[in-house]
Nanobody, 123 residues
Framework: QLAEAGGGLVQAGDSLTLSCAASGRTFSSYAMGWFRQAPGKEREFVATISWSGVSTYYADSVKGRFTISRDNAKNTVYLRMNSLKPEDTAVYYC??????????????????WGQGTQVTVSS
């Protein structure tokens, strides 16, 4: 029901935009989040956005470089990633929670998950 796209191999300093398209149900009333998981590491929070798009919250490691946004008419959430670093290399997952105004930072707060898209940043 959630499908990420836009991952790829880029160089340090480049930009990339991930998208997460929802199908099968309308997620316009859900808060959405992005998480990532690097090899050998636990899944970590990246960014989250309220159902209306008014409120956002970011992990310190990406604050000022990444921007989360959404287009409810398209049932899609985006993650714009600027100034990418090798340490941003990971599989990126989008997630949804019916707690529409809760800016969740833990995976267990989310009920629906995509399959993930690989982002690799070379130095």
């Amino acid at each position: 029901q959630l499908a990420e796209a836009g991952g790829g191999l880029v160089q340090a300093g480049d930009s990339l935009t991930l998208s997460c398209a929802a199908s099968g149900r309308t997620f316009s009333s859900y808060a959405m989040g992005w998480f990532r998981q690097a090899p050998g590491k636990e899944r970590e929070f990246v960014a989250t956005i309220s159902w209306s798009g008014v409120s956002t919250y970011y992990a310190d490691s990406v604050k000022g470089r990444f921007t989360i946004s959404r287009d409810n008419a398209k049932n899609t959430v985006y993650l714009r990633m600027n100034s990418l670093k090798p340490e941003d290399t990971a599989v990126y997952y989008c997630a949804a929670t019916p707690l529409r105004n809760v800016l969740g930072t833990t995976a267990r707060q989310y009920s629906y998950w995509g399959q993930g898209t690989q982002v690799t940043v070379s130095s």
